[in-house]
């Protein structure tokens, strides 16, 4: 995989995680650090 499929590929893995993380705070009525830490720790794991 040459650099530019690399660099695409992170970028569009981090869009994804950026859309999915908006989404999840969408739908908190009154986000809390400690969630919003969490969740970000459970997207970066998955990324």
């Known amino acids: ?3 530019t499929a ?3 590929l ?3 893995m981090s869009m994804d995680a950026f ?3 908006i989404g ?3 739908t ?3 986000p809390k650090f400690s969630e919003a830490l ?3 720790l459970i997207f970066g794991a998955v990324e």
Do not use: D, P, Q
């Open 24 to 26: 999840k705070g969408a």
């Open 6 to 8: 690399t660099v695409l």
């Open 38 to 40: 969490r969740t970000g």
């Open 19 to 21: 859309a999915a993380s």
């Open 10 to 12: 992170a970028f569009g």
């Open 1 to 3: 995989m040459n650099i």
């Open 28 to 30: 908190l009525h009154k």
